[in-house]
């Protein structure tokens, strides 16, 4: 089974570089904002809303697109009772806190996300780790492939949480045809208010 994903793996990635270049979906246009270019971990610091809004018409999106599951890269058990998300970090910055808020304010959920383990500060966003981001594979009787998730966290110029997941891959249909490509999907989430006061570890 380890070489059935190996060689889906390998062939993907050289279906990407054969073919992604001209096989680019994205759904980033004019009306939506950059992201800074050197941020600071404080600068992710806020109470956002929990829901992602559209930049062309500032409506929300529907199920799927919530700040929480983004950030902590798992689904909850909550529902659509989380209207906020709130982002802290601890002292040292090596804890992430992730605590979903109803419409009241109050909390129903919370996660402490480890740097390097959970997430990873680069140069300009934060790398989401999780069950769902990095490689995976599948394959039926009509077809296998393999595709390379990821997903990052980006502060735009006006404080605005941004969100890119990417799908990159390829894979063979019915065994022999190739195909691959790459989708990049953007995601914008609005700054209810300014960032937080860093909270104490827990002794």
Not at 45 to 74: C, H, I, M
Not at 104 to 112: F, K, L
Request: aromatic share 12%; net charge neutral.
């Amino acid at each position: 089974m380890r070489t059935v994903g190996a060689y889906l793996q390998f062939g993907a990635t050289f279906l990407t570089v054969l073919f992604g270049a001209g096989c680019v979906r994205t759904n980033k246009n004019a009306l939506w904002p950059e992201p800074i270019a050197n941020p600071r971990m404080v600068d992710f610091k806020g109470l956002y809303s929990n829901w992602s809004v559209d930049p062309a018409v500032d409506q929300q999106g529907g199920p799927g697109l919530e700040l929480f599951d983004f950030v902590t890269d798992r689904s909850h058990q909550y529902g659509t009772r989380g209207s906020q998300t709130e982002l802290s970090e601890s002292e040292d910055g090596s804890v992430l806190r992730v605590r979903l808020l109803d419409q009241s304010g109050a909390e129903i959920g919370q996660a402490d996300l480890r740097r390097g383990i959970d997430f990873e500060f680069a140069h300009d966003h934060l790398d989401i780790k999780g069950p769902f981001v990095g490689w995976h594979s599948n394959a039926s009787n009509l077809a296998a492939y393999a595709e390379r998730r990821t997903s990052q966290l980006f502060v735009s110029r006006n404080g605005e949480l941004l969100g890119r997941r990417s799908s990159s891959g390829g894979g063979f249909l019915f065994y022999f045809i190739p195909a691959g490509g790459k989708t990049i999907e953007w995601i914008l989430w609005r700054k209810l208010s300014s960032a937080t006061e860093r909270w104490p570890l827990e002794q």
